[in-house]
Nanobody, 120 residues
Framework: QVQLVESGGGLVQPGGSLRLSCAASGGIFSIKSVGWYRQAPGKQRELVAAITSGASTNYAESVKGRFTISRESAKKTVVLQMNSLKPEDTAVYYC??????????????WGQGIQVTVSS
């Protein structure tokens, strides 16, 4: 059973920094991509950042230049470094791993979600 464990959330002031980590355990062996999504109350879940097995990255326009996504060489930990945080970054953040399959887009695994609150 694949499990994703997120850590590093909390309350920070505007302009502050936070580092989110997500570690995968269980039988996931071929990872197509990893990423972070977020969802604010009453809003749809949106992609924040993602990185593929080929090291290509994709960021939401609203976080470019402020957030950085990275992976450890073991490929089972993904980190989101969040700098210059704004109140509009407040949301529940979800870790996502996509397992590679022979045909199709892949199999998605999700973390439980971790709260990030940016407020003075």
């Amino acid at each position: 059973q694949v499990q994703l464990v997120e850590s590093g959330g909390g309350l920070v002031q505007p302009g502050g920094s936070l580092r989110l980590s997500c570690a995968a355990s269980g039988g996931i062996f071929s990872i197509k991509s990893v990423g972070w999504y977020r969802q604010a109350p009453g809003k749809q879940r949106e992609l924040v950042a993602a990185i593929t097995s080929g090291a290509s990255t994709n960021y939401a326009e609203s976080v470019k230049g402020r957030f950085t996504i990275s992976r450890e060489s073991a490929k089972k930990t993904v980190v989101l470094q969040m700098n210059s945080l704004k109140p509009e970054d407040t949301a529940v953040y979800y870790c996502n791993f996509v397992e590679r399959v022979l045909i199709g887009p892949g199999i998605d695994y999700w973390g439980q979600g971790i709260q990030v609150t940016v407020s003075s």
